[in-house]
């Protein structure tokens, strides 16, 4: 199983950026898709997650109006659209798949690397 985040960069202060998370070595419309992000010296939080078929999601408080999670079940792909970006935002983020729905913040079975994100004020 291979989950590969992608899309990060620099970027200022009020910009946009697009994360997607490709999966391989698995049936990828079985799995719920998460975004997680760590920046340094700090634990990682969640940021969104999508059900398996799309009908749900889920934000942190801190992203949710700014962020917006989606899935592309024919190209095993999940997207994480990022605007309005703030300084705080920049860390290192991750993607994750797991079976269930019933915690959708935590308990992920497959990680892939991550893609920093770098904004400046």
């Known amino acids: 199983v291979q989950l590969q985040a992608s899309g990060g960069g620099l970027v200022q202060a009020g910009g946009s950026l697009r994360l997607s998370c490709a999966a391989s070595?698995?049936?990828?419309?079985?799995?719920?898709i998460g975004w997680f992000r760590q920046a340094p010296g700090k634990e990682r939080e969640f940021v969104a997650a999508?059900?398996?078929?799309?009908?749900?999601?889920d934000y942190a408080d801190s992203v949710k109006g700014r962020f917006t999670i989606s899935r592309d079940d024919a190209r095993n792909t999940a997207t994480l659209q990022m605007n309005s970006l703030k300084p705080e935002d920049s860390a290192v983020y991750h993607c994750a798949g797991r079976r269930s729905w019933d915690t959708p913040r935590i308990g992920y079975n497959y990680w892939g690397q991550g893609t920093q994100v770098t904004v400046s004020s």
């Open positions: 999508i059900s398996r078929g799309g009908s749900v999601t």
């Open positions: 070595g698995l049936t990828f419309s079985l799995y719920a």
